[in-house]
């Protein structure tokens, strides 16, 4: 990326951003994408309730209760499926890192990584010092986060050499919802896209991956970042123009803001586990379905893919995080229990016999053909040998959950009772669906369905 560039006013992408965030409207906005948007939001609270029994989203809410308080000044929001108010930035942090650590949310594959995990929490913090908010404008909002976070996030990717967490860059998304939520001017939005570009988390994705952790991907500081940027800006704190808008060498991914939609380019999360690792997972079940597969019948299965899922964990997991980045689990997972579920990541299964066995039997080699896919394609294949030598091969599998094609709303809402139910109760649950599919409606209000998050568990 150019280092340093001075420039005497804002650039035209940068332009081209600050009218797309102010004035777009809900009406400009195609009506399959306002249906995935409003579905990419459900998808994203039934794994922050899930989320909410791992220990990584308790320690980030007591965190945060504790210590990222609002003072009777300043705005304030409650914690979803929790209850305890906290400051804005002490609300994203929470919630981002909540939902950041359960592995199934949205993501764009030319970005190599996810924003919904910090655009929702930053939506959801702002709205709640907003009773009028309609859901409409909340809809339009999230999306003009999702096209510009996702925007930023291929910038960054093709102007640095380093593979970094999505919250360097998921940021920006949290930035422009809140500047256009707050009614702030252009002026305050490039300070705050300038402040979050800046403060941002340049974390290596690969080192988490190697030793995986509660950072996850980034989104539990990309969200607080985001939104201190706004709120900064908004007090008078500048900020040096984000270079992944407005530098030469980005502007390229600002050219399609307005006329191509990348919110309904995303895919969603059929399971708990790190994408890189969903193609292997799709063609084993296939295989398991096709052949009446038991683990009795199997000696070992070899996986062909990309170089990123080759390198995810074919250890026993030891630790959630540590399941969630992982393939030879998953896979066991498929083979055993024919699912891959919130309960196969949980420490309650890394004892179980049949699983630690089949685990054992897994191993990954990177496919060069299948290498040149990435990042815009997620692929793998399977080869099973049984016991006797008989081989099976899936052949060349693509990832499920999309975005070709777009998972169907019945299925999104099917993952998203399995998700809550357990958590909620199916009465709650069912709530939460009727009321967030209908802020499409006209006189929707988003407090309707903050008022049902917030309550605690």
Not at 435 to 447: A, G, H, I, N, Q
Request: proline residues 5%; contains cysteine; negative net charge.
């Amino acid at each position: 990326m150019t280092q340093i560039s001075t420039l005497e006013k804002p650039s035209g992408a940068f332009d081209r951003v600050a009218r797309f965030n102010a004035d777009l409207r809900f009406e400009d906005i195609p009506e399959d994408v306002i249906e995935m948007a409003a579905l990419y939001m459900l998808d994203l609270i039934g794994v922050a309730a899930a989320g909410a029994q791992l220990d990584a989203g308790r320690i980030a809410r007591d965190h945060a209760a504790k210590h990222w308080a609002a003072c009777p000044e300043a705005s304030s929001a409650r914690l979803l499926f929790d209850g305890r108010g906290t400051s804005l930035p002490g609300f994203g942090f929470a919630m981002a890192t909540q939902i950041d650590n359960l592995d199934a949310h949205d993501g764009w594959q030319p970005s190599k990584g996810h924003a919904g995990a910090a655009l929702f929490p930053a939506l959801a913090a702002f709205a709640q010092a907003d009773d009028s908010l309609t859901g409409r404008e909340a809809l339009t909002a999230f999306v003009s986060g999702y096209e510009i976070a996702y925007r930023a996030g291929v910038a960054l990717h093709a102007t640095v050499e380093d593979y970094h967490t999505s919250g360097a860059w998921n940021s920006l998304g949290c930035a422009a919802i809140g500047t256009r939520l707050r009614g702030l001017s252009d002026d305050t939005l490039r300070h705050a896209l300038g402040i979050a570009e800046y403060h941002s988390p340049r974390s290596q994705m690969m080192r988490e991956v190697a030793n995986p952790t509660m950072l996850h991907d980034g989104s539990g500081f990309g969200a607080p970042v985001g939104i201190l940027a706004v709120l900064l800006a908004e007090e008078g704190f500048t900020g040096a123009p984000a270079a992944t808008v407005e530098f030469d060498d980005a502007v390229f991914a600002w050219d399609s803001l307005g006329t191509e939609w990348v919110t309904i380019q995303q895919y969603i999360k059929p399971y708990p586990i790190c994408r890189w690792a969903h193609a292997a997972i799709d063609a084993t079940l296939a295989l398991r379905k096709e052949h009446n597969l038991s683990p009795e019948m199997i000696d070992r299965v070899e996986i062909a893919t990309f170089g990123y899922s080759a390198a995810l964990n074919c250890d026993v997991p030891t630790s959630t995080s540590n399941a969630q980045y992982s393939l030879a689990w998953p896979i066991a997972c498929a083979l055993v229990r024919g699912r891959i579920g919130v309960e196969e990541v949980m420490d309650s299964s890394f004892d179980d016999p049949k699983l630690v066995s089949m685990t054992k039997r897994v191993s990954a080699n990177v496919d060069p053909e299948i290498e040149k896919t990435f990042p815009n394609e997620r692929l793998a294949a399977v080869t099973v040998t049984l016991h006797g030598g008989k081989v099976l091969e899936s052949g060349v599998t693509r990832a499920s959950g999309g975005p070709d094609p777009q998972p169907s709303q019945a299925e999104v809402v099917e993952k998203f009772r399995d998700f809550t139910v357990p958590i909620l109760g199916a009465s709650r649950s069912e709530a939460i669906v009727e009321t967030c599919l209908s802020l499409r409606d006209e006189k929707s209000r988003f407090r309707s369905l903050t008022d049902i998050l917030t309550e605690a568990i």
